[in-house]
């Protein structure tokens, strides 16, 4: 009927107004963004296995890779992904303490991770490999870079909500807030599952 | 029962200069419009490229410009008119119609949709700043290695198209985010997917080939800009071993799905102009439905069909060769319905029904031709002809601009609340119809007869004379004909007659509304009971067209707040990369200290953005 189309009484305020999918905008859209990542490190990630052996100038994955490093970061990247879930339950639960708790750690640990790339790019420096010293040299830079660029977004972004949560400003109905960064964050701890297998243990155990 | 008249002060937001208003505007339907607009600016410039092109092609061996200038012309014509013509005159319509024919208020992110606008205006004017230095890009729109490196194009020039296109991409992947969301989460009750009119449908499935294909041409710039300005060599090839070859993979994974991109709104068009100029509905929906997403899915399986002059060897071949004429069946199913829908219709002949008609004529043709390129022994004989160029312009001007020509005349309406003249229209139309053969047809023979395609001259002699004069003369053709629509449209911008809210006798829910929509579009969110919701209604109201809605007043109905953040954000970006092209001429630290402003003004944008509230009431 036209007058249904027309007809008007009251505001209808968006905020109760159920979507299409029952999800919240903001979720689907995070989701939708990470389904585009995955082309965006496919590619990345697939130059990298092209170029691995691509090192007949300057040095090659066995000359400046250092596992153990590498692992511990990978290890706190992970134990943040556990953290960063706890920290949503406690938004939810509105336990502030619980929230305050865990998100701080899971900061601490997107920063022990950004400096433990940056300790490492220092000592790959050293010794003689710059970002266009070959091509294998180049594509992990690009590769582990743009990673690392990820993680350091990632660790702004928690840290601003950390900043909120101190505040007081994510009670239980906004811990979709944390919950985004929170995908976002698993997103980017998931690439790095498929980096360090795909780039450092089969680097250095290729013939 | 419906508010009474309003008085019309509430139709826009007091208090604001109109130029703030649209600087900071955050309405879909006035982004669409800027869209519109600056892509529409975007087309004459890539348009008269074009014209100087065929002058100096008219005859051989002229020297109208000189060959350093022809290859930024061309570069320059097929970069504008994909990037900076087709798909954001698709966006406009993306952003106009796609929140009126799902019943929303707005698109899920309107802020994020302002980005996307101001993003995409930049990037073009940053293209475009190219031209003025007299250094614009000239390595062909696909922008080959090694030609584009450094060795081989020294100047600024493949630095603006590379930076360029990754500021494009930015707006796009944003867009596509934020129309994907909308379509899927912000219909009105009772708008299941199966009910959704077409041309959502082809938003929809032009959105996921943008998410899933603009990431790759992401990483493929950066990493071109890294060949170019901090000394890597991803693909020279050289004594660091790096590959041409990984470019024109990673181009093309984008690039196939791209001219899909370019096509699929123009399918959602003409799917939507053909039922209401039939007065039948859409002839088999779920079959368009899922030929369409079909089309998709086989889009990111055929990119090596641009390569088999590469020689990839007979299993590469024949794969891509076979996964592209399988592409024929799905859109034989599209022809074949568009032709099923107008079968035993009432057809109306206006002007919009003219172009879609025009459309799939001209498309079926450039269709053809595709398949011909499929056949790779046969494609070795075309690849790089003139015979290429005949086949892509079928596809993108008879598909494409045929296609979105159409949608301006059906949906023009609707936008602006005149009528465009339906007789300049239709001369527009032929004018169109025989310029555009009369330029493309003639190129299929000289292509075959061994034109190069990007040749800045021919001797005569070669059988080339007379088909590259006939093509010159329809593109003048063609030209004429679009100032016969700016004609059109400044006549109708002075005295055309208003439309009334169903000009058409249409089928979507954009006809219920006054034609300009309020800035909340829909008083009342609409209920969908089935396909073509406005016929529904009108179906159930008895009656062929429904009494003129009125205006109602927008009181308590909460709207987006405008914002600037968007426009700053923008501004962050496009000095980011300013910053990396500046700094590219010096060694050392890849990112200068104007890269680094850039990003701290789009952190900071971003981050205000954040917590800037989200909508007002428009009660004041």
Known sequence: MTAAVLDHDSADAHEEHPTSLRIDSRKLAIWTFIGSECLFFAALITTFVIYRNSHATGPGPKDVFEVPLVTAGTAVLLFSSFFVVMALNGAQEGNRKKLLLWLSLTVLCGCFFVGMQVYEFTGFMHKGMGYSTNLFATSFFTLTGFHGTHVAIGTLWLGTLLKDAYKGRIPPNKALNLEIAALYWHFVDVVWIIIFPVVYLMSLFAK | ?620
Not at chain 2, 83 to 96: E, G, R
Not at chain 2, 167 to 194: E, K
Not at chain 2, 222 to 249: C, E, I, K
Request: glycine residues 10%.
């Open chain 2, 1 to 620: 029962m419906a508010t009474a008249a309003l008085d019309p002060a509430h139709a826009t937001s007091p208090k604001r200069s109109v130029l703030v208003d649209w600087l900071t505007t955050v309405d879909h339907k006035k982004i669409g419009i800027l869209y519109g607009a600056s892509a529409f600016i975007f087309f004459l410039i890539g348009g008269l490229e074009a014209e100087v092109i065929r002058l100096q092609l008219m005859k051989p061996d002229t020297h109208l410009v000189s060959p350093e200038f022809y290859n930024q012309l061309f570069t320059m014509h097929g970069t504008t008119m994909i990037f900076l013509a087709v798909m954001p005159i698709s966006a406009m319509f993306f952003n106009f119609f796609v929140p009126l024919l799902i019943g929303a208020r707005d698109v899920a992110f309107p802020r994020l949709n302002a980005m996307s606008f101001w993003v995409f205006l930049l990037g073009g004017l940053f293209i475009n700043a190219s031209l003025l230095m007299n250094a614009a890009p000239n390595g062909g729109w696909f922008g080959y290695a090694p030609l584009s490196s450094r060795q081989y194009s020294p100047g600024v020039n493949m630095d603006f198209w590379a930076l360029g296109l990754q500021i494009l991409g930015i707006a796009s992947l944003a867009a596509g985010v934020n129309f994907f969301t909308t379509i899927l989460n912000m219909r009105a009750p009772g708008m299941t997917l199966m009910r959704m009119p077409m041309f959502v449908w082809s938003v929809l499935v032009t959105q996921v080939l943008v998410l899933l294909s603009f990431p790759v041409i992401t990483i493929a710039l950066v990493m071109l800009t890294a060949d170019r300005n901090f000394h890597a060599s991803f693909f020279s090839y050289n004594v660091a071993g790096g590959d041409p070859m990984l470019w024109q993979h990673l181009f093309w994974v984008f690039g196939h799905p791209e001219v899909y991109i370019l096509i699929m709104p123009a399918f959602g068009i003409v799917s939507e102009i053909l039922p209401v100029f039939s007065r039948k509905p859409l002839f088999g929906y779920s079959a368009m439905v899922f030929s369409m997403a079909f089309i998709a899915f086989l889009g990111f399986g055929v990119w090596s069909h641009h390569m088999f002059a590469t020689g990839m060897g007979p299993l590469a071949d024949s794969f891509f060769s076979l996964m592209t004429m399988l592409i024929a069946i799905p859109t034989g199913v599209k022809i074949f319905n568009w032709i099923g829908t107008l079968w035993g219709g009432s057809l109306q002949f206006k002007t919009p029904l003219y172009f879609a008609l025009g459309f799939i004529a001209m498309f079926i043709m450039g269709g053809l031709s595709g398949v011909m390129h499929a056949v790779a022994p046969a494609d070795l004989q075309q690849t790089d002809s003139y015979f290429v160029v005949a086949h892509f312009h079928y596809v993108l001007f008879g598909g494409s601009i045929f296609s979105l020509t159409a949608g301006a005349y059906y949906w023009w309406p609707k936008m602006f609340g005149r009528m465009l003249d339906e007789g300049l229209g239709k001369v527009h139309f032929w004018l169109m119809l025989i310029g555009f053969n009369l330029t493309f047809f003639p190129m299929h023979f000289v292509g075959l007869l061994g034109m190069p395609r990007r040749i800045y001259t021919y001797p005569s002699g070669l059988g080339f004379d007379g088909y590259n004069m006939a093509s010159t003369i329809g593109a003048l053709t063609l030209g004429v004909g679009f100032l016969v629509f700016i004609y059109n449209v400044i006549r109708t911008w002075r005295t055309g007659a208003h439309a009334p809210a169903d000009p058409w006798g249409g089928a979507t829910l954009e006809w219920a509304i006054p034609s300009p929509p309020q800035e909340w579009n829909f008083a009342v969110e609409p209920t969908v009971t089935e396909k073509d919701a406005l016929w529904a209604m009108k179906r159930a109201a008895g009656v062929k067209v429904l009494p003129e809605p009125p205006l109602v007043s927008g009181k308590g109905i909460h709207l987006p707040s405008p914002s600037w953040w968007p426009l700053f954000t923008s501004f962050g970006i496009l000095i980011f990369m300013v910053g990396i092209m500046v700094k590219g001429e010096t060694h050392g630290f890849p990112f200068g200290p104007i890269s680094v402003f850039g990003v701290l003004l789009t952190a900071f944008s971003i981050f205000k953005w954040s917590y800037q509230p989200v909508d007002h009431p428009t009660s004041h």
